[in-house]
């Protein structure tokens, strides 16, 4: 079956660099998502990658996906006290996001 | 991207009532998605909402306990019936977004609804 597992906890510095990881156990899973959950809201839509790419970044954003161990990690450059937030990583089943599996998420908190 | 809104943001309510949450997109969708996010737990699928045709419910959701309606491409109400305590929880909406050039389709979310229980 379809499971996708986050670490719960993790704390930074302002300034330094966040590493969210995550395993997942879909391989036919196509994309790979992330997700930001601020206190109080809903899921935002940070950014995904394609199954065939190793590596995506978006300004502060890096996504590091390692097919062969099932392993995606999301990299914030320049932490910020706005980075505050659960971050949930998810897959997609069958290769649509029709149907997503999430990760239990991890709570980043940034410290001044 | 689409933008979502959900009325109520939040509500508190008694065992024995019955809440509905509406969810409204500013673009016409074929597919809306009700999740159940509990307390300190990551989300949980309840149900596919589809235009003009029954709702799809995930194991462990009957339509009794969550009745869905899908009037039409950019509304949906999700019920939570005959309440308890155990359906405190954040329920969400979502639309799945096509992807535009070779981009994939995405979900977006609406901002929630936090529902508590006495």
């Known amino acids: 079956g379809e499971d996708v597992e986050q670490s719960l906890f993790l704390s930074v510095r302002e300034g330094d660099s966040s590493v969210i990881n995550c395993t997942y156990t879909d391989s036919s899973s196509t994309y790979l998502y992330w997700y930001k959950q601020e206190p109080g809201a809903g899921l935002q839509l940070l950014t995904y990658?394609?199954?065939?790419?190793d590596m995506k970044q978006d300004q502060r954003l890096t996504v590091l996906l390692n097919k062969k161990d099932k392993h995606l990690s999301l990299r914030i450059a320049d932490t910020q006290t706005g980075d505050s937030a659960i971050y949930f990583c998810?897959?997609?089943?069958?290769?649509?996001?029709?149907?997503?599996?999430f990760g239990s998420g991890t709570q980043l908190t940034v410290l001044p | 991207s689409a933008v979502i809104s959900q009325k109520p943001s939040r509500d508190i309510c008694q065992r024995g009532t019955s809440l509905t949450i509406q969810c409204q997109v500013d673009s016409q969708v074929t597919m809306m998605f009700w999740y159940r996010q509990q307390p300190g737990q990551s989300l949980t699928l309840i149900a596919t909402?589809?235009?003009?045709?029954?709702?799809?419910?995930e194991s462990g959701f009957v339509i009794d306990k969550f009745p869905i309606s899908r009037p039409n491409l950019t509304f949906s109400t999700l019920t939570v019936s005959n309440m308890s305590p155990e359906d405190s929880s954040i329920y969400l909406c979502s639309v799945l977004h096509s992807g535009t050039g070779g981009g994939t389709d995405t979900q977006y979310f609406g901002p929630g609804t936090r529902l508590t229980v006495l």
């Open positions: 998810a897959e997609s089943i069958g290769g649509s996001a029709r149907q997503l599996t």
């Open positions: 909402a589809n235009q003009g045709s029954e709702a799809t419910y």
């Open positions: 990658i394609f199954s065939n790419m």
